[in-house]
Structures are given as C-alpha cells and as structure tokens.
C-alpha cells in the first residue's frame, strides 16, 4: 500500500474531515486501533431512506430485490462511492482495500 501524503493521522484525519465537509458530507473520521492502527476510518452516518424489503414490492419469495429501485441501497451506493474518491484523492491512499479505507453507514429508518 501507499499511502500518506499528509505527515500523521492526524492531519490525515483534519485533511479528510475538511474534503469531506466542503462536499457537503457530514461525517466521523478517524483511524483505526490495535491490528487496524493504519486503516482510516469514515462513518458517514444513517440513510434517511427506508430500506425496500422484497415484500414491500409484492415479492414474498425472500429474494428480487432491486438495488436501483431501493432509495436506500442508490444511497449507500453513491454517498459510499463519493465519500471513497474525496478520501482517495486527499491521502494519496492506494492499493488493496481501497487504500485500507473502511467506510461505514447505518441502515436506512424504519418504515
């Protein structure tokens, strides 16, 4: 992996958190610990959507979900892509697992 342009976690954490507000993304950053000291770690909060269970679209079957007809799963999806290049770009972080960065999201509300 290569990564770091920023001097430590700290300023890497200050750097991301920055990127990622003036995108509009209000999230928690911050770096792993123990084994996962390395890993930084970006927690861009709950979906607002529901999430669309098969039932919800007539399928009782357990199985047919859409992704691109579920709010919550085009969510996850773009916000996750967005909050990955922003973090990418910013730390210069590159290789297996993203550059080693975990982004986390809470699901959607209850319906």
Known sequence: MSWRKQENHKEETKAVKAALAKAGIKAKVGHGTGTAWGWLEINIGTCPYPHLEDTDRGNGAGYGH?????????????KHTLTLK??????????PYSGEILILAQGGVLA
């Open 66 to 78: 859409s992704r691109t007809d579920c709010d919550a799963c085009q969510w996850h999806e773009q």
């Open 86 to 95: 922003i973090a990418q770009d910013v730390t210069g972080r590159t290789g």
